[in-house]
């Protein structure tokens, strides 16, 4: 009856998380944990699995396509596997909140039914579970970079300045979703195709610029392109980012993130209701 | 607003909204009061009451009479349609079963974080593990998925967490229907001990162990406050209330039975011993509960059975009876064709079905048949010493038949003719227990020494 019934607040929006961390982290951690349990290996396999993906991807682009990001770039077979495996990092932060929210009231009645719960902070659970799996990932990406060129680019702790804005985005859009979710079914078959069609429609598999010029104005639309490309400005090429572009992004990220918040605490009155 | 109230409900409503698709809602929480697409069940209707802090407040009423909803209106799981409610101090609860468990988690983590949605840190919560787990008396289990328990091992552990989260006031709704008799003694000590320190919200429809617990009693009739105060008096108007649209409901459900329902009709029998009813908790209490005339039936129909009641030897219905006390068995009938020897009996079963005890009037009426003409009645009349029963419901089966033990038509047999619950009980661990005339245990002089067998027990009957 607090922090929660007060969504008008911009700073709702971090108070959703704050005020119950503890619960969110250890749901978190149960989540990471819990999709591996039962398996000998454990928390290893999400070391194991950007791993293989990125040995696959060496071989399969580097070895039997040849396949090159930039056309007369340099010829090291690694360079297409890392530049694919740091735009799939960014896109699966974005499409594992995604695709998860509309499903996640729906998957905890009794957390709606029987306990007064802190709602709000499940999509924050997701985020930290996909924030926890994109580190490892970073981490075997840093790893392989390290071992193969020798050295990082300089640019790589630009990284978290470029996934705050895109984290402000997905919490908001989570929240919508999930609130949403509630009452339309349908969101949860309806949010997978979306996110797919996004996948293919950002330059996470080719460069934007061999897409032809009519063509353009559908991969500059997403906003996902955005986020691929300046991380892969900081993580693989060493370059800058557009930070104009990246203060603007969080600005409206966070506008996002309070709408997420306001429409979710708005729409959750009636979710006893429903489930 | 004060600080002496625990909760503070005022012109509380609820009202479901029943939808024929999903997305109606939805489409009805942006549409706000322009437009109506649904239909409306008021399950409450402005119910206004307070709760002092320390104070053991009952809420009963009958099936859908709103209690079950204004707990969860009190808790803040549902909102109010109208009205508001203000509590003070942090509330554990127990709505429905197995509280706020997520299946696929161990009971180990359904502790943590059912620990951490009240509001405790973790050391607070691993100080109250070992505690927790002793309560719950699970075992192994505590380690395996909730999704593996048993009902009555959710319960156990749900109760175990909420008794153990330092909660200013606890909310139970019917928990404690499940779990067996000795988990139960376990929580009401615990909930006794409760009260002397905290606010305590206990829902049942059991009358018996909302007046043995509660101050103050809510008693709540469809949606509405029908009345509240003390526990004792408003238990009563409510048993009196239920007595009597149970008997209303009946007469008027089967026109068939009119002159039956003159003969029954006889002024409700209110129960005097309700008042001494809080005495000690091991007292062998049967609650009654009243002919069922529609119950599952056969035979030839050529008698019907008019009434079946308990009575006290003076000839009162009783409502209540406590075991080891005489009672009577009253059988009404009317032949509806000539019976040249009829035989009336009864068999008291449990809820298991097993045949506790029953006699019939054969023996009695063996030599000179009590031979009836049609249109007469005839009534007959068991009398004996209630024996002690486990706590349980059982239900009495009465018959009539024409003709010898081993050789007769049977002519209206009614299965669960009549059915009393024994609240509380000595008895454990046998079928029946009998009034015992006296118990002695003693040192017998001079032979302790000899034999050294230790409590040799001298029991005479």
Redo the contacts between chains.
């Keep these: 009856m607090n922090a929660t019934s007060q969504p008008k607040q911009p700073l709702a929006v971090f108070a959703s998380f704050w005020n119950h961390r503890t619960l969110i982290l250890n749901l978190a951690r149960r989540d990471v944990v819990g999709r591996y349990s039962g398996s000998m290996l454990g928390l290893l396999w999400s070391f194991f699995n950007p791993l293989l993906m990125l040995g696959v991807y060496t071989f399969v682009f580097g070895l039997v396509f040849k396949t090159r990001w930039n056309p007369g770039g340099s010829d090291n077979m690694l360079e297409f596997a890392v530049v694919l495996f740091s735009g799939l990092l960014v896109f699966g932060i974005f499409s594992e909140n995604i695709n998860r929210a509309p499903g996640l009231m729906l998957q905890n009645p009794g957390f709606i039914k029987r306990v007064v719960f802190p709602l709000e902070g499940l999509p924050w659970v997701v985020m930290c579970s996909s924030l926890f799996h994109a580190a490892i990932s970073l981490v075997v990406l840093a790893a392989v970079m390290l071992v193969v060129m020798g050295s990082l680019p300089a640019t790589w702790p630009l990284i978290l300045v470029v996934l705050l804005p895109l984290l402000l985005f997905v919490i908001g859009f989570s929240w919508a979703l999930a609130a949403l979710g509630v009452y339309l079914r349908d969101l949860q078959q309806t949010i997978n195709i979306v996110t797919a069609v996004l996948m293919f429609m950002s330059p996470i598999f080719y460069p934007a610029s061999a897409v032809p010029k009519e063509f353009r104005w559908a991969i500059d639309w997403n906003p996902m392109t955005f986020f691929v490309e300046q991380a892969r400005q900081v993580l693989v090429w060493g370059h800058p980012p557009d930070f104009a572009g990246l203060a603007g992004m969080t600005v409206g990220g966070f506008v996002v993130a309070w709408l997420g918040l306001a429409f979710f605490q708005h729409a959750r009155d009636g979710f006893a209701d429903v489930i | 607003m004060s600080s002496d109230l625990a909760v503070r409900a005022e012109g509380i409503a609820k009202s479901?909204?029943l939808f024929n698709h999903?997305?109606d809602?939805?489409k009805q929480?942006f549409a706000g009061s322009r437009r109506k697409y649904y239909q409306e069940f008021w399950a409450l209707n402005d119910v206004s009451f307070e709760v002092a802090r320390g104070e053991t407040v009952g809420i009963i009423g009958r099936n859908g009479s709103g209690k079950s909803t204004l707990l969860?209106i009190v808790?803040?799981?549902?909102?109010p349609s109208a009205g508001h409610v203000e509590t003070h101090g942090r509330?554990a609860?127990m709505?429905?079963l197995?509280?706020?468990?997520?299946?696929?988690?161990s009971g180990r983590?359904n502790i943590?974080?059912?620990g951490?949605?009240v509001g405790l840190?973790?050391q607070q919560i691993e100080a109250r593990y070992e505690a927790i787990c002793a309560f719950a008396d699970i075992g192994d289990f505590i380690e395996q998925p909730i999704k593996t328990y048993s009902t009555g091992m959710a319960v156990r552990l749900a109760f175990a967490v909420m008794a153990h989260v330092d909660a200013d006031i606890l909310v139970i709704d019917e928990a404690l229907a499940v779990g067996d008799a000795r988990f139960v003694q376990k929580c009401m000590r615990f909930l006794r001990e409760f009260k002397e320190r905290g606010t305590l919200l206990f829902v049942s429809h059991d009358t018996t162990a909302v007046a043995n617990l509660c101050d103050r009693v809510v008693w709540l009739d469809g949606g509405r406050l029908k009345a509240s105060g003390p526990a004792k008096q408003v238990c009563d108007m409510y048993l009196e209330n239920l007595f009597e649209s149970v008997q209303g409901a009946s007469r008027g459900a089967a026109p068939a039975a009119a002159p039956a329902a003159a003969l029954t009709s006889a002024a409700p029998s209110r129960d005097q011993r309700l008042d001494i009813l809080q005495a000690s908790p091991y007292r062998n209490d049967v609650e009654i509960f009243e002919f069922h005339r529609e119950a599952a039936s056969f035979g030839r129909r050529g008698a019907r059975i008019l009434d079946v009641r308990f009575e006290h030897p003076h000839g009162e219905r009783l409502a209540w009876a406590v075991g080891g006390e005489t009672v009577v068995v009253a059988i009404d009938i009317e032949a509806l064709e000539p019976l040249a020897s009829p035989i009336v009996g009864f068999l008291v079963r449990d809820r298991l079905g097993q045949n506790v005890f029953g006699d019939n009037t054969y023996l009695t009426s063996q030599a000179s048949p009590l031979a009836l003409a049609e249109g007469d009645s005839a009534s007959a009349r068991f009398e004996f010493d209630l024996p002690l029963l486990p706590p349980g419901d059982y239900s009495i089966a009465v018959a009539v038949a024409d003709g010898r033990q081993d050789d007769h038509v049977q002519h209206e047999w009614i299965h669960d003719a009549l059915t009393f619950r024994v609240e509380t009980s000595s008895v454990r661990h046998s079928l029946v227990g009998l009034p015992m005339r006296a118990i002695r245990f003693e040192r017998v002089a001079g032979a302790a020494a000899a034999t050294r067998t230790p409590g040799l027990a001298d029991t005479t009957r």
């Design positions: 479901f909204r999903p997305r809602r939805l929480i969860q808790c803040g799981t549902l909102k509330i609860a709505l429905e197995g509280a706020g468990f997520s299946p696929e988690f983590e943590f974080l059912n951490y949605i840190t973790q």
